[in-house]
């Protein structure tokens, strides 16, 4: 079944966006506070970016009968195990560790950590349907090739729902997280 994902919300609220006004994005590199670990974790999100822009255009390709078989298979598993993977473990500690810390550095924002919270849980819905589909068209192309065509618009919609809602997810959570990070000197 294909099943479109409809991302409604347009940025977080403006009242969540107070401490953006004072460390405008542009502004973060060369702050005094904007640690290592700060730099780090932009950087796995511009990996999640990377791996789920790779997962949806390689299935274009696929489709258009761009790039093999075989070879598109092997990319799947070994891309789409790494977005599934670390992805899970990223909103895992984000949940348990890196929200409740913000939360307690600034009661301001609680609002705004709700709404990525609840990102999680939608972007987790959607990882699991690209693992299912994804799962069953590599097995399909070697069982039952005529039946894998079937599949492949699943794992397509399952990885443009995942762009998507990381491309909003991930902005969201920059611009909330890392004004509170630099303002209350954390993760230094
Ligand atoms: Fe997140
Ligand atoms: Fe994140």
């Known amino acids: 079944m294909t099943q479109n994902i ?8 403006t009242e969540m966006q ?5 460390y405008p994005r542009d502004t973060w590199p060369g702050h005094p506070n904007f640690a290592a670990s700060i730099e780090n974790w932009m950087g796995a999100h511009h990996m999640f970016r990377d791996l ?23 990319r799947l598993g070994r891309f789409g195990n790494l977005l599934i993977g670390n992805l899970h473990g990223h909103h895992t500690w984000e949940d348990r560790k890196f929200f409740p810390e913000l939360r307690a550095a600034d009661r301001r924002f609680a609002e705004g950590l709700d709404v990525l919270e609840s990102d999680h849980v939608l972007l987790d819905a ?63």
């Open 18 to 22: 107070a401490l953006l006004r004072d």
């Open 126 to 188: 959607q990882l699991e349907r690209l693992k299912t589909a994804s799962n069953r068209l590599i097995q399909l192309q070697y069982l039952d090739p005529a039946q894998a065509d079937g599949e492949a618009p699943e794992v397509l919609a399952a990885a443009t729902a995942i762009e998507h809602l990381l491309d909003r997810h991930l902005a969201d959570e920059e611009d909330l997280a890392v004004p509170i990070l630099l303002h209350h000197k954390l993760r230094g």
């Open 52 to 74: 789920a822009w790779l997962v949806r255009r390689d299935m274009e390709r696929l489709l258009d009968k761009e790039l093999d078989e075989d070879v598109h298979a092997e």
């Open 6 to 13: 409809t991302v409604t919300r347009e940025g977080l609220p």
